[in-house]
């Protein structure tokens, strides 16, 4: 099946034109049309060009090309993966912890990933917020002096324009006790042309700080062309986390993840969090053990950067709050003294 070669111009959003551009067979279509009635389908043109069609475990097609096995949904799979609803005060906020809210200005992303925790919240069909819902949002964060930061976060927020955005970060800048904006995206990697001087000048305000949170899970991602967007917001004064979901199949192995951690880190992107992957219905073929990741944290410690190192975390299914996965180095030893495991698994007394 020999892939068109002409460069892919718009973002292939049904499976025929996933097909057309050779990125899944022809016989896959009628599964494949099933699962695009359920979960949206997104492959932007960066993306669509990163993957080499020839091999059938290319991480990047992993991530982002539909595949039957997500219409397998196991026991213990759920529609809202991490509880956003049972803290949703009004349309578009939860609130879970006290001093910071989300805010889901968006409910479209550039991409759909197929492991998305949101998969039944994001997509075309879904709306983000009207005019009134967002003044009713923006009232509720004005309303309560414990927030103290908002994290802009959909859908991807930076889909909107540079002119709504630079709109809703003046409205935050001016509530006194909200200090802190943080933006969750995925675009400096999937659409990295979209992250223009203006856009990147519409999330600066004068007095809150803006940090922008960088979904990427490979170092395939980090092209030079997500590079230079990446430089483009650092360069302006914010600075970049990054936050990675451990994926079967995409970079459940040290050496992937230590590239992908050190390709960020060279990028000027701290990695931040590594995240369990979420009970999202259908992901099951993505979502590897506790006791593997915990293997894999292991496995970095030591030999790579403390730069590359993110905390592995877990976000409690039903809305209970996300909580370290460290693997444990200290435990009880004889007489009230501690047993600590070096790097490298070697046992060391520590008296206490
Ligand atoms: C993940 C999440 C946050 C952010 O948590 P951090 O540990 O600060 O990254 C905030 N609110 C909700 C509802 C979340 O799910
Ligand atoms: S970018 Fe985030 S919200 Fe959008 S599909 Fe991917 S994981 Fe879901």
């Keep these: 099946m020999p892939r068109d070669k002409s460069p892919i111009g718009k973002t292939l959003r049904r499976p025929a ?24 389908v997104a492959v932007t043109p960066a993306m669509a060009e990163l993957i080499d069609p020839t091999d059938p475990a290319d991480p990047i097609a992993r991530q982002f090309v539909p595949d039957a ?48 925790f949101r998969r039944e919240m994001v997509g075309p069909g879904a709306d983000g917020l009207s005019p009134a819902e967002l003044d009713a949002a923006i009232a509720y964060i004005a309303g309560n002096p414990d927030i103290w930061e908002v994290i802009l976060t959909g859908g991807d927020p930076l889909v909107a324009s540079p002119r709504r955005l630079a709109e809703v970060v003046a409205r ?21 042309d979209r992250v223009t001087p203006d856009l990147v000048a519409a999330l600066k305000a004068p007095r809150v ?23 483009r917001i650092v360069d302006a004064g914010m600075p970049m986390l990054a ?3 451990l994926l079967r199949g995409v970079n459940d192995d040290a050496g992937t993840l230590a590239r992908t951690f050190r390709a960020l880190v060279a990028a000027r992107v701290k990695p931040h969090y590594l995240h369990h992957g979420d009970l999202a219905k259908g992901t099951a073929h993505f979502r590897t053990t506790i006791a593997e990741g915990q293997a894999l944290m292991r496995e970095l410690r030591g030999d790579v950067s403390g730069l590359c190192q993110p905390t592995y975390m877990l976000d409690i299914p039903g809305g209970h709050g996300k909580v370290p996965l460290t693997p444990g180095y200290v435990e009880p030893g004889p007489d009230g003294s501690l047993t600590v495991t070096d790097p490298h698994g070697r046992r060391h007394a520590y008296p206490v």
């Design 17 to 40: 034109e996933l097909a057309a551009a050779g990125l899944v067979p022809p016989t896959a279509l009628p599964d494949l049309e099933r699962v695009a009635a359920s979960f949206a």
């Design 69 to 116: 096995r997500e219409l397998e949904v196991r026991d213990g799979e759920l529609a809202d993966p991490i509880g956003d609803g049972p803290h949703s005060p009004v349309k578009g906020i939860v609130h879970r912890y006290r001093d910071r809210v989300l805010l889901k200005l968006v409910a479209a992303c550039p991409v759909y990933c197929r492991f998305c």
């Design 172 to 192: 935050l800048d001016v509530i006194p006790h909200v200090e802190v904006v943080r933006i969750h995206t995925r675009v400096p990697v999937v659409d990295p």
């Design 209 to 231: 700080a803006t940090w922008v949170m960088l979904h990427s899970n490979h170092w395939r991602e980090i092209t030079d062309e997500a590079r230079a967007a990446i430089g």
């Design 243 to 245: 936050q990675t979901v």
